[in-house]
Nanobody, 125 residues
Framework: QVQLVEAGGGTVQAGGSLRLSCAASGDTFMIYGMAWFRQAPGKEREFVSRVTMFDGTTDYVDSVKGRFTISRDNAQKIMYLQMNTLKPEDTAVYYC??????????????????WGQGTQVTVSS
């Protein structure tokens, strides 16, 4: 089993920055990839970014390319999301997901079998 804990959310003005973290514990050897999703009120959970643990391959949704950077520390099993030039449209609860199965559907929620509790990001205009 894997446990995930997100941190780093908060409230910032448009144009500001935040750095989110997701710490994995338990059977972390099982984790093939980790991803960030976000969910705004009234909307479905949306893919944001993913990193493959063993080689650091990254993927981003178009709306955050050039502004967000995902990274991972394999020794500590922590995933980060550096969010720059934040926009009000980025406001959401951000969730960390972990993939232990390698299904290959990396941008879909069903690819991830472990989830954290979420951390709120609010960007004011």
């Amino acid at each position: 089993q894997v446990q995930l804990v997100e941190a780093g959310g908060g409230t910032v003005q448009a144009g500001g920055s935040l750095r989110l973290s997701c710490a994995a514990s338990g059977d972390t050897f099982m984790i093939y990839g980790m991803a960030w999703f976000r969910q705004a009120p009234g909307k479905e959970r949306e893919f944001v970014s993913r990193v493959t643990m063993f080689d650091g391959t990254t993927d981003y949704v178009d709306s955050v390319k050039g502004r967000f950077t995902i990274s991972r520390d394999n020794a500590q099993k922590i995933m980060y999301l550096q969010m720059n030039t934040l926009k009000p449209e980025d406001t959401a609860v951000y969730y960390c997901g972990a993939d232990s199965r390698g299904l290959g559907i990396r941008r879909r929620t069903e690819n991830y079998d472990y989830w954290g509790q979420g951390t709120q990001v609010t960007v004011s205009s």
